[in-house]
Nanobody, 118 residues
Framework: QVQLVESGGGLVQPGGSLRLSCAAS????????MGWYRQAPGKQRDLVAR???????IYADSVKGRFTISRDNAKNTVYLQMNSLKPEDAAVYYC????????????WGQGTQVTVSS
């Protein structure tokens, strides 16, 4: 069973920055995709950014130019650098991994809260 440990969420003022981390461990053969999704109250969970094993990335239009996703394959860790945060970025952010694992092909983190408020 894969464990995903997220960190880095919190409260930040508009215009501020946060860096999220998600470390995967246990039962990993290979990780193809690592990504971040977010879900605000009353809304669906949406993709924020995703990175594949070769380093190719995709971003939601709403975060392009402000957020940067990266990964450290040696550490099975994905990062999300979030700059110029806006109140509408506030949500629970979930880490997601897809690949070949013992027991499955996709796992989700427990979520980390990001609050953007003055």
């Amino acid at each position: 069973q894969v464990q995903l440990v997220e960190s880095g969420g919190g409260l930040v003022q508009p215009g501020g920055s946060l860096r999220l981390s998600c470390a995967a461990s246990g039962g990993i053969f290979s990780i193809h995709l690592m990504g971040w999704y977010r879900q605000a109250p009353g809304k669906q969970r949406d993709l924020v950014a995703r990175i594949d094993s070769g380093g190719s990335t995709i971003y939601a239009d709403s975060v392009k130019g402000r957020f940067t996703i990266s990964r450290d394959n040696a550490k099975n860790t994905v990062y999300l650098q979030m700059n110029s945060l806006k109140p509408e970025d506030a949500a629970v952010y979930y880490c997601n991994v897809r690949g070949t694992f013992l027991g499955g092909t996709e796992y989700w983190g427990q979520g980390t809260q990001v609050t953007v408020s003055s």
